[in-house]
């Protein structure tokens, strides 16, 4: 589909709270 | 209005005079014409457009303030966490013999003692508990399952001690999976165990190469029937450690395990990572130690690669979100099986990293571990900032002998980051944030 002129598509809100912070060991992460 | 500094544009696959704005901070994903993007940075958008660009923090008010809240975001984290994770070595000791263990310096029959769980639960339960966090362990070895009655010693008084004060608590193990049978989850599973992480190194051919028995013998088929016997009852995080000659043949296990009745549906999140070099010693350019750099191309097209072939096949995998090094967070711990305390597992290889013991306390360690080596001009304009916070202390450390850098991910991000956008949108972004919370 193409995207008209002037058009704006939201296609991920993304995360709700950019405090939200991970931290990342071995491979696996958790949440902080 | 101006546009972020943590955000990428890409091409919109398939339709030119279109672009991807993504937002490393927020995670948001828009496609907007050339048109709105030039209105965009021209601050021309009409208000509608404004107000959703502004609310997927695409668009912010004051970059300075943008800028400042990201340097600012690991210290904010501490000073409001309500949680403790400690990472518990049990022992160094192993019923595999993985000729790649990155603990091959100094595994042994080393377990920790009586005297030394029970410092751990005094602490446990004085420190943490009685200041109302929350707590979670990782039991961690070499290989913690031999070293049950040990994981009974801790995790019981310091569950009760959860209960009493009403503070969560919760235990999970990185095992490599021999001894995790159904009777042994059952046990463990009323004290607190909710996951394991575990390792299958590819096919049964290369897995059993790689991660043989002491005796030589093959591992894999008696993980895979041990997942399949307690998927069930906790979650099962699937790792494997590739190498440039083999990835290609991973996608194969995954394939297995789904013949095995292993679906997506059964097991938590499954991805898959380079090996390392041995922890300990400085391998400078070594390139045939394991590998220090995710900018190598070998690893910049092995995993999106890999990625892709674990979506497609519906398993859940990691996605691009804010994550700092272990060694940033003050109430993350590993103790070691002696009682000597480090901020990463990886790190008990420098035992001039440790940063005290049960006994005596945590020393101050911000000199020695280079905390906030990212807050530096490069990093904090960089659009992956919030993907990496300066990456792998121990990636650094193994390259220069200190933690004297960041270990810089912009040349791997360059690579994937827009593949791997493209895959959560094919795949409908059935990857899911790396862990638990």
Redesign the interface.
Known sequence: M??????????????DD??????????????? | MHLSRYLKIYP?PD?S??Y?LY?T?????????E??LSAARAGTLNER?RA??RR??ILVEDPAAEREAMES??R??NSR?T?F?ATVVLNLDCNLACPYCYEGYYRGKKYLSRSVARQIVDYVIGEQIGRGRDV?IGFYGGEPLLSIPMIREIAGPIQEAARERGVAFSFGL?TNATLLTRPVVEELRPLGLTEA?VTLDGTREIHDRQRPFLSGKGSFDLIVANIKEVCDLITI?L?GNFSREEYREFPLLLDHLLGEGITPDRIGLV?F?PVTPKSGKTVGADAHAGCTSGSEPWVTEAAPYLREETMKRGFTT?QP??????I??QN?LVINYDGSLFK???LIGWPELSIGTLADGISDYSKSHNLDVWKKEECLDCAYLPICFGG?RLLTLLKNGAIDEVDCRKGYYDETLEKIILQ??RYG?NGK?????
């Open positions: 193409e995207t008209k002129d002037n058009e704006l598509v939201i296609l991920e809100e993304g995360r950019t405090e939200e912070l991970y931290t990342c060991c071995g491979g696996s992460t958790a949440r902080q | 919109a339709q005079g279109s991807l937002s901070r927020k995670g948001s994903l828009v496609r907007l014409s048109a709105l457009d959703a660009l997927m923090e975001l690991v904010r984290t966490s949680r994770k979670k990185t992480i995080q790792g991805q990572a990691y979100t804010m994550a700092a090094c272990i940033e967070f993350d990463c597992p990886a792998c959560d949108l972004g944030r790396k862990g638990t919370t």
